[in-house]
């Protein structure tokens, strides 16, 4: 059985606290940065509300940066972007916790009939507290978080997220930070590949074009800083 | 405040990767137990055998009479017991596992929801994983079952199709999903028969890859 009220104790201990349904934000978030968590239910069929199986994801973002990576998306990446949908408590950058704790169970996932939610609630925290916290809790200033986005390490390689996301974010951090655009542009050079797998389909999917139409963007206030307002 | 030293954000190598296929193989074996008539699987464990390369792919229809032995087991999938659940992420587990043995990345571990243009529902895979040759990023169906008949679902066939055409959007780090791909697992049986033919045919066209596994956690080759 899903135990919502021990998880939302267990998350409280670390400073999380329920913002929606199955969204947590730490509350030692800053303006710059903040963090999730997001609980995911589901069983079989998936196509059907269920709640036998829970896996769980963190996330860290930038509002502001994030917002301009995705209108960089729309603007410049294929049909299927169109289909981006973020509300307040989104983030595109967020990585499976069970698969970086290892022992929740297949799929990265814990079981709810076999485990009581006393114990999931521990190991979500314990597997939070332990693994994500050295690798992102000191991550609260926007200078910190480029660094981190720069970065292609576990738990957050660029392989398992959407490049042309990271790119964006990363564009619009550096771009505030004083970076000039040939260096953001040098800086996103090792990367080039996974941003573009995110343009196979999109009307110029050379990523290096990508790169730097959005940070003449950036930097001209043009099209996509425009359409956040 | 800037930055000067690019140094400070280079980041660390990217592991190569092997490269490996995924295409089934197997074929029908008209002995095999089926399930019963006017089942719905959905994607469960459920009634499958193999198709891609095997040989069942010719429409014909197969009795729908069961096993002895398998229908305590049926009755308790049909009852929604826990067992066809269990066995069912046993499959997508040991699915999982063959990717990473043939050089796949594994993007997401868990059931994703992506949007498909021109579909009010998400299309839900179970689990997501990229191509290390062509870097496509494809959404795995795995579908398991006790006997050997695999009912494809007319929505998420239809749903496959427009993925591949015209690419999907996962909710969960909105990657574009462009690929899509089947595994089957059965309880033992040699082959699995995919029905209906049209809807098979459909997945074809689309070039959308199965494989077979006879059980979950057995290693294809």
Same mark, same amino acid.
């Given at each position: !059985?899903?135990?919502?009220?021990? &998880?939302?104790?267990?998350?409280?201990?670390?400073?999380?606290?329920?913002?929606?349904?199955?969204?947590?934000?730490?509350?030692?978030?800053?303006?710059?940065?903040?963090?999730?968590?997001?609980?995911? &239910?589901?069983?079989?069929?998936?196509?059907?509300?269920?709640?036998?199986?829970?896996?769980?994801?963190?996330?860290?973002?930038?509002?502001?940066?994030?917002?301009?990576?995705?209108?960089?998306?729309?603007?410049?990446?294929?049909?299927?972007?169109?289909?981006?949908?973020?509300?307040?408590?989104?983030?595109? !950058?967020?990585?499976?916790?069970?698969?970086?704790?290892?022992?929740?169970?297949?799929?990265?996932?814990?079981?709810?009939?076999?485990?009581?939610?006393?114990?999931?609630?521990?190991?979500?925290?314990?597997?939070?507290?332990?693994?994500?916290?050295?690798?992102?809790?000191?991550?609260?200033?926007?200078?910190?978080?480029?660094?981190?986005?720069?970065?292609?390490?576990?738990?957050?390689?660029?392989?398992?997220?959407?490049?042309?996301?990271?790119?964006?974010?990363?564009?619009?951090?550096?771009?505030?930070?004083?970076?000039?655009?040939?260096?953001?542009?040098?800086?996103?050079?090792?990367?080039?590949?996974?941003?573009?797998?995110?343009?196979?389909?999109?009307?110029?999917?050379?990523?290096?074009?990508?790169?730097?139409?959005?940070?003449?963007?950036?930097?001209?206030?043009?099209?996509?800083?425009?359409?956040?307002? | 405040?800037?930055?000067?030293?690019?140094?400070?954000?280079?980041?660390?190598?990217?592991?190569?990767?092997?490269?490996?296929?995924?295409?089934?193989?197997?074929?029908?074996?008209?002995?095999?137990?089926?399930?019963?008539? %006017?089942?719905?699987?959905?994607?469960?464990?459920?009634?499958?055998?193999?198709?891609? #390369?095997?040989? #069942?792919?010719?429409?014909?229809?197969?009795?729908?009479?069961?096993?002895?032995?398998?229908?305590?087991?049926?009755?308790?999938?049909?009852?929604? %017991?826990?067992?066809?659940?269990?066995?069912?992420?046993?499959?997508?587990?040991?699915?999982?596992?063959?990717?990473?043995?043939?050089?796949?990345?594994?993007?997401?571990?868990?059931?994703?929801?992506?949007?498909?243009?021109?579909?009010?529902?998400?299309?839900?895979?179970?689990?997501?994983?990229?191509?290390?040759?062509?870097?496509?990023?494809?959404?795995?169906?795995?579908?398991?079952?006790?006997?050997?008949?695999?009912?494809?679902? #007319?929505?998420?066939?239809?749903?496959?199709?427009?993925?591949?055409?015209? %690419?999907?959007?996962?909710?969960?780090?909105?990657?574009?999903?462009?690929?899509? #791909?089947?595994?089957?697992?059965?309880?033992?049986?040699?082959?699995?028969?995919?029905?209906?033919?049209?809807?098979?045919?459909?997945?074809?066209?689309?070039?959308?890859?199965?494989?077979?596994?006879?059980?979950?956690?057995?290693?294809?080759?």
């Amino acid at each position: !059985m899903f135990d919502e009220p021990s &998880l939302t104790k267990a998350l409280a201990e670390i400073g999380y606290r329920r913002v929606k349904e199955h969204v947590y934000r730490a509350e030692w978030s800053s303006d710059d940065v903040e963090h999730f968590i997001y609980l995911q &239910l589901y069983g079989y069929p998936l196509d059907v509300v269920a709640s036998d199986f829970l896996t769980a994801h963190f996330g860290i973002r930038n509002k502001d940066a994030q917002l301009f990576a995705v209108q960089s998306l729309k603007t410049y990446g294929s049909k299927s972007a169109q289909l981006i949908r973020h509300d307040d408590t989104d983030c595109p !950058m967020r990585f499976e916790l069970g698969r970086l704790a290892g022992d929740w169970g297949l799929l990265d996932s814990f079981a709810l009939s076999q485990v009581s939610g006393f114990t999931v609630a521990s190991k979500v925290r314990d597997t939070i507290k332990y693994k994500v916290f050295p690798a992102v809790r000191h991550v609260v200033n926007v200078n910190r978080l480029l660094a981190f986005l720069l970065a292609d390490a576990e738990p957050c390689p660029w392989i398992r997220c959407n490049g042309a996301l990271r790119a964006g974010m990363i564009v619009d951090l550096a771009h505030r930070l004083g970076m000039e655009q040939g260096v953001i542009e040098e800086a996103l050079k090792p990367y080039l590949e996974r941003i573009g797998m995110e343009l196979r389909r999109a009307p110029n999917p050379d990523p290096q074009f990508y790169v730097r139409r959005i940070i003449e963007d950036s930097f001209n206030e043009g099209l996509a800083r425009n359409d956040r307002s | 405040m800037g930055f000067s030293k690019l140094s400070e954000f280079d980041g660390q190598p990217r592991p190569e990767l092997a490269t490996g296929e995924l295409h089934g193989g197997g074929h029908y074996n008209p002995n095999q137990p089926r399930v019963p008539a %006017g089942h719905h699987d959905g994607g469960q464990w459920t009634p499958m055998a193999l198709a891609a #390369s095997a040989g #069942s792919d010719d429409g014909r229809v197969l009795s729908d009479a069961s096993a002895d032995n398998n229908w305590k087991l049926w009755a308790q999938y049909a009852a929604g %017991g826990n067992e066809p659940n269990r066995q069912h992420r046993k499959g997508v587990e040991a699915a999982k596992q063959i990717y990473l043995r043939d050089g796949y990345s594994v993007v997401v571990s868990s059931a994703v929801a992506v949007d498909v243009p021109g579909f009010e529902t998400p299309r839900f895979y179970d689990f997501i994983v990229q191509d290390p040759k062509t870097k496509e990023v494809i959404g795995v169906e795995v579908k398991t079952t006790f006997f050997d008949t695999i009912r494809l679902n #007319s929505d998420q066939v239809a749903k496959d199709v427009a993925v591949v055409q015209g %690419g999907a959007r996962a909710r969960v780090l909105d990657y574009e999903i462009s690929g899509v #791909s089947y595994i089957t697992y059965c309880n033992g049986c040699a082959a699995v028969d995919v029905r209906t033919a049209v809807l098979r045919a459909a997945l074809v066209t689309a070039r959308i890859p199965f494989r077979h596994g006879t059980k979950p956690g057995e290693t294809l080759p």
